[in-house]
């Protein structure tokens, strides 16, 4: 065999064969019509109408016949067309050598050529066998030499030349089979490579989402995937096209139009492989975005459409943008809050430390320091809840005491309690005596529970348990208060949400404590926090983070570090008086708050109120220490200490002050800017008194050194 008809390709050849055999009937008949035509006509010109009736009758019956045929073979299965071709040409074979021995022996020639090409042209094509083959081949031969024997054309005197002859005839016979087949092979492979690659770009086209239409200049739909058949519903192209209105343009067209059918012929006018993206438009409140290419197809002009579905991208972009907008809205409102409650602050401390003050004016300034407190708790809640948004949050682990730190909440919490009849306690199994997290962070989550519970208990008690097993930390914080309804927990989640009663009991706040702290553990490596409550009986708060332990060796290699880092700080020095400092900002009550509180220490100070006027001041004078505001007009605190580095490398001034930033920004990429830019250390508004006396008697020195040598 020369191929197998059950495999794919032997499925192909065998089509391939069946369509060669009808196609070459077709030319057969068409031959011998318009031969009997040409016979015909000689016929009656050289012998007349009337005369030859046994010559003209057969070739009349051959024209009409054949005729006939080309008729009804249409009609007939290709199968039946294979066995019809092979019956008619077995007995053209016959009649061949009988024409050329017994009726015209001088057109031999002629005949035995017609022989061969009738087997070339009608049968080689059809062998699928070998023995087939060499079955017909040997038939051949044996039909031209029976005739020739019996009409006594062909002897036996000299075998040789015979055998020869009839050899190569079967050698060639099988040689123009197999090149035939060898053809038909080739073509079998290219024909289902094509078909392969056709079927797997089908598959790919047809697994795309996307919508895609090639459409002719004709307006007519030329080919659709799936997709765009479900959107396209038959529809005309002209009318599905004009039922979006466009939700954003593109300006990639000139005077594009409101109609998107109109833009999108418009790429016809344009050169081949030209692209266009028109915009996103909508339709039952789903977006699209459309582009199309200026390709051939069929050797004429289309545009290849591809619709893409965008309403969840343009949510997603929109809810981003938002995002962004209250992550810098909330770290500007943070900021700007932090400024004059840091200076309230400063004041505050400066008035209490008098020894003139009443005990009315005592009260009234603890009230000032409390309300501060708790405006700088909302401050933080915000700025928290901004880094969290914009992934900005930084976790610090150290090693600390997890007793001590619960110890602190609850004093806290205690002292809120004082004139309210609810006691708190704490219950706790052993735990390690270091542990290793962000304590920050922890102690935020729990007096915010603990705070949630003071708010929210009228009378009875508030416990806090913590448990450590496992290397993980749990946390609960029950109380005997109003409880929350089951539906309404999921509210307290939520960005901004309030449950109804809490309205009524706790008025203040920003709705995000719980919101924050649940963020907060998940950052921690945490799964969030857990509520169980009922109304009227109270609610249980609980949380776990997972944790590491350390021995008591390594706590004393820690301590000894932390203490490594805690005394450059610490000033043994006494400061020359005549040294002073050079305040730079922007906002005239921060100065004045500032200088107040040096002025205590006896520290002289010079300000300025933008970097520009900063650099001149640097310029004329020699200070100390420079406390430089970050954010400022005309020249902000990062481009002045760039710009006061500058000065000292081009030799204007003799040596660089050390520079401290007062930011109310508590990012780390904030911190990094300040570093880079070259400034010498960071206090966060607003910033206890103390620290600020130390860090800048510190640095103080560090200038003074400078300035000596």
Known sequence: MFFDKTTEEGKILESIRVHSAYKRLIIGMWSAIILSSIHLTLELIFNGIFTNFKGKFPIIFVLAYNYYLIGKIHQQSKQVTMVFIMIVTELAQIVSPCLAFAYYPDSLIPYAQLSVLLFVFYQSFMFTNIKILAFFSVKQIVTWGAFGYYYGMITFSDPFPFIIGTSAVCIFYFMTTYCEYLKDVHLCKSKLKVQRMHKNILSIVEAISDSIIVLSKKNEVIFTNTSAKELLSNKPPDDFFSEFKYYRKYNQIKDLQDNLFSNIKELFICSLGDEMNFGIVYKD????????????????????????????????????????????????????????????????????????????????????????????????????????????????????????????????????????????????????????????????????????????????????????????????????????????????????????????????????????????????????ITVKSEVGKGSCFSFSIPMQTTSNSSISDIAEENAKVIVPSICTKTIHSKNEILIVDDTYFNIIALVSVLKTEGILCTYAFNGQDALNKVKEKQFSCILMDCEMPVLDGWETTIKIHELFESKEINFIPPIIACTAHTTEVIKIKCTQSGMDDIIVKPCPTEILISKLKYWMLKGQECISS
């Open 285 to 528: 409140k789903e977006l699209i975005e459309w582009r199309g290419k200026l390709i051939e197809w069929d050797n004429q002009l289309s545009i290849i459409l591809c619709g893409r579905n965008v309403t969840h991208l343009v949510k997603m972009e929109k809810e981003s943008v938002e995002n962004q907008y209250k992550s810098a809205l909330l770290r500007t409102v943070s900021h700007e809050l932090r400024t004059p409650t840091s200076a309230v602050i400063s004041i505050t401390q400066i008035i209490e430390s008098s020894n003139e003050l009443s005990k009315e004016n005592v009260e009234r300034l603890d009230i000032i320091k409390n309300s501060c407190t708790y405006q700088l708790c909302l401050i933080n809640d915000l700025l928290d809840y901004a880094q969290i948004l914009s992934g900005c949050l930084k976790i610090s682990k150290i090693f600390f005491n997890m007793n001590e730190l619960l110890l602190d909440c609850l004093k806290i919490i205690s002292i809120q309690l004082q004139e309210r009849n609810i006691s708190i306690e704490l219950v706790s199994n052993e735990l390690p005596e270091t542990i290793y997290s962000d304590p920050y962070r922890i102690k935020q989550i729990i007096l915010n529970l603990l705070s949630n519970a003071r708010k929210f208990t009228m009378r009875g008690s508030i416990v806090l348990e913590a448990f450590y097993t496992c290397d993980t930390f749990r946390i609960q914080c029950m109380d005997t208060g109003i409880g929350i309804s089951e539906d309404k927990i999921p509210l307290l989640f939520k960005q901004f949400g309030k449950v109804e009663d809490s309205v009524n009991l706790n008025p203040q706040g920003v709705g995000l404590g719980l919101v924050i702290s649940n963020m907060l553990v998940k950052e921690l490596g945490g799964e969030g």
